[in-house]
């Protein structure tokens, strides 16, 4: 017969004897592959770190390349507008509601926040996916109803009563539920929100004519391999890092914009 010591270390059982001599046998399950994975080694990280960036660079080179080349020939022989008159408008507009605050809104808050909507649950620990999903639902919640600067009291009552409300799922959710979906569909759900991000960007754009398709289909191209970079950050160097390529990217378009 196998020892009973042997069985308790096999099936991680603890035997706790109290103290009216009856037993108490609590199952101690191995913690979940998400709450405690083995961080890559600082080889790993430095070789995806600079695969990551290869691609980021080269990606965006050929893409931008792509851009201009349908701007300069395809738009011009359908006798089309550049869609990119639309994103010098965009940036106008956000700079004469933020004034001189405009470089550290695009350059620094933006991005965190993005980040945190698109890319903070991708770890699919339970704590980044509750804050990822308030902060989208925040972010979606204000744009549906109004400007930010508009808050009321019912904007604010509605969004702390979603905030209760996400605590308390919060407490009463298993980190185990998250792990089984990520190890199901983590794959699919990562591309999921590199292309909603590169979506989400596209919306900038107001109107569509059939003559534009060519540069719709390249910009969307340079979108996706920014999100594709970033997260590729995100999940291999963390979150700060893909914070941090988000934030140089678009100080490089800061840049271009102001014409440094």
């Not at 507008?81 to 470089?103: C, K, V």
């Not at 902060?135 to 019912?154: A, C, H, P, Q, R």
């Not at 990562?190 to 569509?208: E, G, K």
Request: a positive charge.
């Amino acid at each position: 017969m196998q020892p009973l010591k042997d069985i308790a270390r096999n099936n991680l059982i603890q035997i706790n004897k109290n103290s009216d001599s009856s037993v108490s046998i609590n199952l101690t399950l191995p913690q979940s592959s998400m709450e405690h994975s083995i961080k890559p080694s600082s080889k790993i990280q430095a070789y995806e770190l600079i695969k990551t960036i290869f691609i980021y660079w080269v990606g965006t080179f050929i893409c931008k390349i792509a851009v201009k080349i349908a701007e300069t020939y395809i738009l011009p022989y359908y006798h089309v507008q550049s869609p990119s008159i639309e994103l010098e408008e965009f940036l106008r507009h956000i700079q004469s509601i933020l004034g001189a605050f405009t470089p550290y809104y695009i350059i620094l808050i933006g991005p965190l926040i993005e980040e945190a909507c698109f890319r903070l649950g991708l770890s699919f620990k339970k704590r980044d996916i509750f804050i990822g999903g308030y902060t989208l639902f925040v972010v979606v919640f204000i744009n549906i109803t109004g400007k930010l600067y508009s808050l009321n009291l019912w904007k604010v009552s509605v969004l702390l009563v979603v905030l209760l409300g996400v605590i308390y799922l919060y407490k009463k959710t298993k980190q185990e539920i998250f792990t089984k979906v990520r190890n199901k569909y983590g794959k699919g759900i990562t591309y999921l929100f590199i292309v909603l991000f590169a979506l989400m960007h596209m919306s900038n754009f107001s109107s569509f004519e059939l003559g534009q398709l060519s540069y719709f289909v390249c910009y969307f191209s340079y979108l996706f391999i920014i999100s594709y970079s970033i997260t590729r950050l995100r999940i291999y160097n963390g979150f700060w890092w893909g914070y941090g390529l988000h934030a140089v990217n678009n100080a490089f378009a800061v840049l271009a914009t102001s014409g440094i």
